[in-house]
């Protein structure tokens, strides 16, 4: 089912809770909206001409229907949420997604409760991103544009 990329749109993805970004315990995720975080990534995105796909589901099965629905994006923001852990499904679907992906965490998931610590997407990602808040997304948007710029567009 491998397709290339055709669109110069990325996709961030959001795993279950985090559309409760701003409420959901703020000590450890903050204040910043999910729409805060889709509009600063797109504002990132924009500048570079590239487009924003943004989607997020608190089931596994549903965020595995929208990464196959966005097969096409040239890269990808995954945030997993806790689906990092034993989401075996998804770690199938990322590793059948075309393009490169980075994965993001808003704290820093080491320095949380040893179940955290392991993450069965990370090896499948081009990059990790963790504990630096909702600001993780941008600097994943900014790294996946620099390799899409050295990639030729393509980013693999």
Do not use: C
């Amino acid at each position: 089912m491998t397709t290339a990329p055709t669109s110069r749109d990325v996709l961030l993805l959001n795993g279950p809770n985090l559309g409760t970004l701003g409420t959901r315990e703020p000590g450890i995720y903050g204040t910043t909206t999910l729409a805060e975080v889709e509009e600063a990534v797109a504002a990132r995105l924009a500048a570079a001409g590239y487009g924003l796909r943004s989607e997020q589901h608190d089931g596994e099965g549903e965020v595995i229907r929208a990464l196959h629905k966005h097969r096409d994006t040239a890269a990808a923001i995954v945030n997993p949420g806790a689906l990092m852990i034993a989401g075996w499904s998804l770690r199938d679907a990322l590793a059948d997604y075309p393009a490169p992906w980075a994965e993001v965490h808003i704290s820093n998931v080491w320095a949380r409760e040893s179940f955290r610590h392991n993450s069965v997407l990370s090896p499948l990602a081009v990059g990790v991103i963790a504990g630096f808040g909702t600001h993780g997304y941008e600097l994943a948007a900014d790294a996946l544009l620099r390799r899409l710029a050295e990639a030729g567009g393509d980013g693999r």
